[in-house]
């Protein structure tokens, strides 16, 4: 695949992850019916799975590893530095849309550079 179409085929797919995120937020994070629920029966899955979520955006887990993600995919060279920034957008989106901004939008900024940097040409070893 050309890095035209993988950039093309990352601008349609982060747009739906983004969406998908926000489905989170305001499905389970925000609506009103999972907090009357989850005090009444808390071991349901969704209401552990929101518990769990909650503790992740509490402690700013999702936002520190798209961060550290980033920040190693700035120096790691090739599809492997690619590869890094796109899992680290991965992580950062839904950092950003899960109340932990001021840590992801470092994440997102840092990651986008490095996916949009061009690489280098190699130089011709001459003898």
């Not at 700013?60 to 492997?80: C, K, N, Y």
């Amino acid at each position: 695949m050309s890095s035209r179409s993988s950039l093309i085929l990352l601008l349609i797919l982060l747009p739906l992850w983004l969406a998908a995120s926000y489905g989170v937020r305001f499905a389970l994070m925000e609506d009103g019916q999972w907090v009357g629920l989850c005090v009444d029966e808390g071991q349901r899955w969704e209401c552990q799975v929101r518990a769990g979520l909650g503790l992740l955006i509490h402690f700013r887990v999702i936002a520190w590893i798209g961060l550290v993600a980033s920040l190693a995919a700035f120096f790691i060279p090739g599809r492997a530095g690619w590869g890094l920034a796109l899992l680290a957008l991965l992580f950062a989106l839904p950092a950003l849309v899960l109340y932990t901004a001021s840590l992801a939008v470092f994440a997102c900024v840092i990651a986008g550079l490095r996916l949009v940097r061009r690489q280098p040409e190699p130089v011709p070893i001459s003898a």
